[in-house]
């Protein structure tokens, strides 16, 4: 394999970005002939861009060697035609710092940065975490902001003074608030892109202004994601939009309201047609019943209505 895949791709990031999932064999190591095959499937149904490592990738259950690999397939698979953000979270801002310079040596486009997780960091200390990231590169940040799994909140007026790092392009807001998405786009929409990171209020962020959409679910119906976005965004045709995440929503809603996202993410591939394998352990993958359920909510979606 090449020691560097530059992922070409220029200009804004904006649309649908899967928040893509590690397949894995049965014994539990990567499959990257898969994870390339997989990718090259998502670019071909529509989606706009790829963030390997993120929470839906288990990034926090591989070591560095594994998330080294995932980033060459998958920057690989794109070869340049859409960008590749690289998740970059560690629990230390010297690890971080490491994996971000990692992602920017082998060509992705980005990263996506989260809080670090578990030593819950004070708004200064965290301000002084992405200051010394964002000096260490040169691509853009993506800031991710879900308290729900790191126990860090970024509320807008920090969001807003991370903003003034001169690599702070973009943030992915998971909270699942709405008015915090109204809140960003009013007051800091001229120099911050934002991406809907709550499946179920997708639709209303694209009303508002959003420029894209990060999603774990992506992986599942990118088709019907990338359509979603073409509807609302470009052609801003709200009545077939509406229609359409309606259809998408009891899938959305299972998945987010679950308790158990990455294993429903990972048994709705399968059901689909492209088994990525468990979860790593502590998951499991998802019981009969609960795929049972996840089949009669995907069979709702045009995309899955073959099931």
């Known amino acids: 394999m090449n020691t560097k895949s530059k992922n070409t791709t220029s200009g804004a990031f ?97 990263i996506l940065l989260a809080p670090p997780y578990y030593s819950l960091p004070r708004l200064d200390e965290l301000f002084a ?51 915090r998405i109204t809140e960003l786009l009013r007051r800091y929409g001229d120099r911050l892109g934002v991406f809907c990171g709550c499946d179920t209020i997708a639709l209303e962020s694209f009303v508002v202004g959003a420029i894209g959409w990060v999603g774990g679910v992506v992986n599942v119906l990118p088709a019907s994601h990338a359509k979603l976005y073409k509807l609302a965004v470009e052609k801003k045709d709200y009545t077939a939009a509406r229609k359409l995440f309606f259809e998408m929503l009891p899938t959305l809603e299972l998945m987010e309201g679950g308790g158990k996202y990455t294993q429903f993410v990972k048994a709705g591939c399968k059901l689909m047609g492209h088994d990525v394998g468990a979860p790593r352990g502590p998951l499991v993958a998802a019981t009969a019943g609960e795929c049972r359920q996840l089949r009669q909510a995907l069979k709702q979606c045009d995309e899955g209505c073959r099931l």
């Open 14 to 110: 904006r649309g649908v970005f899967a928040a893509l999932v590690t397949p894995m064999k049965a014994g539990g190591n990567i499959d990257c002939n898969k994870l390339g095959r997989f990718a090259e499937h998502l670019i071909r149904k529509g989606v706009h861009g790829l963030i390997p490592l993120g929470s839906t990738g288990e990034y926090y259950a591989l070591d560095a060697t594994e998330r080294e690999r995932v980033l060459r397939v998958t920057l690989e698979a794109a070869a340049g035609r859409v960008p590749v953000i690289a998740g970059t979270n560690a629990g230390s801002t010297r690890d971080v710092i490491a994996f971000s310079r990692q992602a920017e040596t082998l060509g992705c486009a980005g």
């Open 129 to 179: 975490h992405y200051e010394a990231v964002n000096s260490a590169i040169g691509i853009p940040i993506m800031l991710y902001n879900y308290p729900g799994r790191t126990g860090v909140d970024m509320p807008p007026d920090f969001i807003g003074r991370l903003a003034t790092l001169k690599n702070v392009r973009y943030v992915k807001e998971s909270t699942g608030e709405m008015p």
